[in-house]
Every structure is written in structure tokens, then in C-alpha cells.
């Protein structure tokens, strides 16, 4: 029987221009997932730290007032970064710092955003312009920065140095107090949509940016957190390198301090 001979070597050579291409398919499809992947794990990372800020925001409200319960005052800025409040006789030496964290009874890392940055502490203006424990507790020379008094004045004989009239009430608005700007608008200025309005203490997470001295070199929406003046911005989230922003803004207003107060002794504030 004649047998017929089969030449592989155009099988093996078509065989093996398929695994190349393959191969080649293969590796530009785990590179995509790799990115991919890459690009998810570090998604995940920032919503992490993301949370982790807004949780730390939640611890540092609820220790200013259990210190003002404690103290029967709020503490002022810490501006020399030694993790104590600073003041000038009984007002606050900046009305803009670092949260005196030793003074809270917290640690760094909890005055600190997912990041690592130091969370921003803003108190009422006032505090740091003039002898606020000279000002009577009701109106009208009681105002929000007697929130941060630390002695008493006549005619209280102790502290606290305001009571349920101490401005703001919701009649009247507080000099030195902050508003927070919604994220709806486009500008913010004193006349915008306000997410929060007459704030006595605003805290602020910078974030993945973290702080910058130059404040000019931010987007408009974080530059308006970056100033010192009483505007803030609660704006939207926004990833791009031109309009940046992820800053996390949280509060504490005259109400919050009161109602702390009321809840823990009715008659606190008689």
C-alpha cells in the first residue's frame, strides 16, 4: 500500500502565527485590566480616606461640645501647632487655625483628614477681635463669640457667658459667623443659596490636595475654602485639574451649642 506523506510544517506554521496573535491579544487585554484594575483599587482607596475624613469630621464635632459642656466654653484656634488653643487675654489670638487637639483629649490622627492633612478650625470672627467676655450674655452685646468666653463678666457670675438669647436666634443674625455656600450655585457670594448660614465654628478637610498657602492657585470653589474670610462653599465633587474639588465641610452653629447645653441640664442656660 502506497502511503502518502503529510507535511505538517505549514500546520505548525499557521499554528504558531495563531498563538502569536493570540499572545498578542492577550497581553493588550490583561494591560486594559490592569489599568482598569489599577484605576478601581485606587478608587476604592480615595472613597475610603473620602469616609475616613467625614468620619473625623463627626469625632471633632461631638468633642468641641462635650468640651464646651466640660468647660462651659469653646476653645479657641490653635496657631502654633503645639495642639493647644492660643489666646490674648480672653480672646482668641486668630480666629483661623489648627484644632487644639490635646486640649479635645484627641490625638493627631484625629484631627487629621483621610490624607493625613490637619483639618481646618474657623471660629467666629469676633472671638479673635476684641475682649469678648466684656459683652453681657443676651443681646445686644451678646453675640456669638461669647461662645468662646472664658471668664465671666458681669453681670454672670459664671460661666457660661451666654444663654438661650445670646445671638444668633431666629430673628436675629450674629456678626463674625460663617455661611456655607450650596453646591447648586455657580458663584458664592453673601447673597448666594445657602447650605448653612449664621455658623459659629466651620471645619474643614482639605483632602486630597491638602492645604495650600497660595490660595490663587486652587480652583474657585476651593480657593473660597482656602481664604479667611466668612464664606465657604459646600461645592460638588469634581475630579478635573481645572475646576478641582473635593473638600469636606462640617459645622457647628449657636443652635448646636444651645441644644448640647439644654439636652445635658435644662437649666443650663436660665
Same mark, same amino acid.
Given at each position: 500500500m502506497n502511503r502518502k506523506s503529510?507535511? %505538517? $510544517? !505549514?500546520?505548525?506554521?499557521? !499554528? $504558531?502565527g495563531f498563538n502569536l496573535v493570540e499572545l498578542a491579544l492577550v497581553l493588550v487585554i490583561i494591560g486594559i485590566l490592569s489599568v482598569g484594575g489599577f484605576q478601581m483599587i485606587q478608587s476604592q482607596r480615595d472613597s475610603a480616606k473620602y469616609s475616613s475624613s467625614k468620619q473625623s469630621l463627626q469625632q471633632v464635632k461631638q468633642a468641641l461640645l462635650a468640651y464646651a459642656l466640660v468647660n462651659q466654653y469653646l476653645p479657641c484656634p490653635d496657631t502654633n501647632q503645639d495642639g493647644r488653643e492660643n489666646r490674648n487675654g480672653s480672646r482668641c489670638t486668630a480666629a483661623t487655625g489648627r484644632l487644639p487637639y490635646i486640649d479635645l483629649g484627641l &490625638?493627631?490622627? @484625629?484631627? /487629621?483628614?483621610?490624607?493625613?492633612?490637619?483639618?481646618? %478650625? +474657623?471660629? @467666629?470672627?469676633?472671638?479673635? /477681635?476684641?475682649?469678648?467676655?466684656? !459683652? $453681657?450674655? /443676651? *443681646? *445686644?452685646?451678646?453675640? +456669638?463669640? &461669647?461662645?468662646?468666653? &472664658?471668664?465671666?463678666? +458681669?453681670p454672670q457670675t459664671a460661666l457660661p457667658q451666654f444663654d438661650l438669647n445670646t445671638l444668633p436666634t431666629q430673628v436675629v443674625p450674629s456678626t463674625g459667623d460663617y455661611s456655607v455656600c450650596d453646591a447648586s450655585v455657580n458663584n458664592c457670594t453673601a447673597a448666594s443659596s445657602m447650605a448653612a448660614d449664621n455658623q459659629s465654628v466651620v471645619l474643614v478637610a482639605f483632602n486630597k490636595d491638602g492645604y495650600i498657602s497660595n490660595c490663587n492657585s486652587l480652583s474657585t !470653589?476651593?480657593?473660597? @475654602?482656602?481664604? =479667611?474670610? =466668612?464664606? %465657604?462653599w459646600a461645592a460638588r465633587f469634581n475630579n478635573s485639574s481645572t475646576a478641582f474639588f473635593d473638600d469636606t465641610i462640617e459645622t457647628i452653629s449657636g443652635y448646636d451649642i444651645k441644644k448640647a447645653f439644654l439636652e445635658n441640664n435644662p437649666m443650663a442656660l436660665q
Open positions: 503529510v507535511d %505538517y $510544517s !505549514q500546520s505548525y506554521r499557521k !499554528q $504558531s &490625638n493627631k490622627a @484625629n484631627v /487629621s483628614d483621610g490624607w493625613g492633612n490637619p483639618i481646618r %478650625y +474657623a471660629v @467666629n470672627q469676633e472671638a479673635a /477681635s476684641g475682649n469678648i467676655c466684656a !459683652q $453681657s450674655a /443676651s *443681646p *445686644p452685646a451678646g453675640r +456669638a463669640a &461669647n461662645y468662646f468666653c &472664658n471668664t465671666p463678666t +458681669a !470653589q476651593e480657593r473660597e @475654602n482656602c481664604d =479667611t474670610d =466668612t464664606l %465657604y
